[in-house]
């Protein structure tokens, strides 16, 4: 089985030279979520989806593609999440190469899987684990003891599966329409292409732990913003209210320095106004207006 690896930095080699039946995505850049929702349509699935999971996933909902997989149980999906640019750069890089594999997964769902365990494979002091079918994900083995106490459940593997797996984030007949709406205007879009930093998404294996983790996470957030800004009464956006909140300490700052200028300028220099004042090394230096 030829395998292509991707990670933050891109395809490890050219695809020319693999020629890849699978693409394997890095699991440091996916989250795995179990969510329930009531039945309804597939045209509203998605929409429903990351509406349920915009407050435990740490990026703008609109950047990033949501991948349902329904479980065995009645209104119980899987969804793996990733960042939309991840998915698009993959994708541009098979147009060019003109490849279509058959599978495109994130790396854990190559390993083996095993009833009611847990299988990982330890590499660079990186632990790749998969729980079942579709849950899964990388973790620093430090992080990854500290979740994963029960021994009893741990299988470790060697390594990957050579068995191509059956499913794909990135169906085969979608990447052909894809690339055939797409090759008129390939090239030119190619030249347009911006590469785009990736946020990587914070991995979250189980929706008891590891979610539960990342709400202690927001609540301690959510403690140092209301100490360091006791006037807020309500904490909407952490990072647009800290902006809000800065740029009107700077600004009563500013008035300050103002206020300091005229009334030191009235007693220094009557009738000129000040523009600059400091002291340094026990020196008070002050500068006019000219």
Known sequence: MNIAYYNQ????????QSLPQV????????SVHTIELPRMSKSKLINAIAFKLEEA??????????????????????????DRSVLTDIKN??????IQPISIVPDFMLLAKHSNKVSYFEKDNQIIFRDGNHHGGKLA????????????????????????????????GELSLWIHHLMPWLYPALALIVVIGLSTIQLN??????????????????AIFKKTFPNTNKIVDMRKQAKQQLELAQQQAQNLRNDLLIALGKKTTPGKQLSKINYIDQLLTIKEIK
């Open 141 to 172: 083995k430090q992080t990854f003891d500290q979740v994963f106490t029960d021994i009893e459940v741990l299988t470790k593997v060697d390594g990957f599966s050579q068995i191509v797996p059956t499913i794909s984030l990135i169906k085969k």
């Open 205 to 222: 294996h189980s929706n008891k732990v590891l979610e539960s983790q990342l709400q202690a996470i927001t609540n301690n957030n959510q």
């Open 9 to 16: 930095d891109g395809f490890t080699i050219p695809l020319a």
């Open 93 to 98: 890089k098979l147009l060019n190469a003109n």
């Open 23 to 30: 693409v394997v995505i890095d699991s440091a850049l996916v």
């Open 57 to 82: 996933v740490l990026s703008d909902i609109d950047q990033l593609e949501f991948i349902p997989f329904k479980q065995s149980s009645p209104n119980i999906w899987d969804v793996i999440v990733i």
